[in-house]
């Protein structure tokens, strides 16, 4: 189970500090560009082509600390769930390039952050100019 890895790799910290610091990722809307890769659900072109290609979901959960607007930096990850399908790799990429974030959040500190990769959940696209 993913809470149980998360455990593991904070072994100094007691569950209930753990579950306090982890947060759903929030995701930015995908660009123009990237509609093609709406069916991927809202981490679009970041999903993993070895996860798309065996119609497999999953997620990964990112150490990070919070910036004052909300984004992550300084990420590590932590646990993936199934492994061997990228979602940790696609998720910290995702966080780098700000496509990621959380809300309410303490600012500078280090949080874990949850990522889930669903194909064909729903996914939000830049509005098109009128």
Sequence with gaps: MLL????ASALAQSPAAVSQRLYEAEFSPLLKSERRYSSFGPVGPFYPQVAIEAHKGGEATLS????SSGTLEKC???AETPTYYDFGIAARVMAD???IGVSGAPVGETIFVRVPFVLGAPATVE???P
């Design 127 to 129: 509005r098109q100019s």
């Design 97 to 99: 390039r700000k496509r």
């Design 64 to 67: 990070c600390q919070v910036t």
């Design 4 to 7: 149980t890895a998360i455990l």
């Design 76 to 78: 590590k990850v932590v």
